[in-house]
């Protein structure tokens, strides 16, 4: 289910597990339990200089990408429960990279969909992550999804984040689906891994351009992923690209 149900009243690594479980709304996709998702089974990542690690009041929160010199493009439920966000920023392990806090009233939202944008406080040199275009998903095709997320399923969330990022393919099942908030989202079904909590906000490349945002999971078989291509427009009005 979405990572996002439970953040304003939850802190530190258990938002990370509960913000990719709120009551997933994808129209074919939807998770049946109360689960929280992150990348169990897939691989580390060997190559994500756009990675971004978003901690809330110091403790591991979500995943996220660096899109612009000073902006961060992450879910909504990432930064529902407030507090002051940080990042590490292109680094494949999460304690190191780049640092960065989000600017006073930094934090944008979209207005129906599970997507944020952070103006962080100054401007990083980093490899941005090149974002996709209406027609750069497909169904049926393997993705691939990244994040800092849980590995396990037989332990507290907070016990199993991955200090180094994991990535996994999914199969693409549709492109129109629902995220958490009923915004369009990717919908997909397990391939070598699933992601889970601390994975939320997280992005899923399509080739080598960004094409969804982690909002929901099952952590077994599904996941859904904001759909970024359908919200070019906003992303550019207020970052600029």
Request: aromatic share 6%; hydrophobic share 40%.
């Amino acid at each position: 289910m979405s990572l996002a149900r439970n953040l304003a009243g939850v802190v530190g690594a258990v938002l990370a597990a509960a913000a990719f479980v709120a009551p997933a709304q994808a129209a074919e996709q939807a998770p049946s339990s109360d689960v929280q998702p992150y990348i169990i089974d897939g691989r580390y990542a060997e190559h994500a200089p756009w990675a971004a690690r978003l901690f809330a009041d110091g403790r591991e929160n979500c995943s996220a990408t660096i899109i612009a010199p000073e902006w961060i493009l992450t879910a909504q439920h990432c930064v529902a429960g407030g507090g002051q966000l940080s990042f590490n920023i292109g680094n494949l392990d999460q304690t190191q990279g780049e640092k960065a806090n989000a600017k006073p009233g930094g934090v944008t939202t979209h207005p129906s969909a599970d997507l944020a944008l952070v103006n962080i406080d100054r401007a990083v040199q980093a490899e941005y992550a090149p974002l996709g275009s209406v027609g750069d998903v497909q169904v049926g095709q393997t993705v691939q999804t990244y994040g800092w997320g849980a590995t396990c399923t037989n332990l507290p969330e907070i016990q199993c984040q991955s200090q180094r990022l994991k990535v996994a393919d999914v199969q693409v099942t549709n492109i129109a689906c629902s995220d958490y908030r009923g915004g369009t989202a990717v919908c997909a079904r397990r391939g070598d891994g699933i992601p889970a909590g601390g994975d939320s906000g997280g992005p899923m490349f399509s080739g080598n351009v960004q094409v969804g945002v982690a909002s929901t999971s099952d952590r077994q078989t599904t996941t859904a992923y904001t759909n970024i291509t359908q919200y070019r427009d906003w992303i550019q009005s207020v970052a600029g690209v």
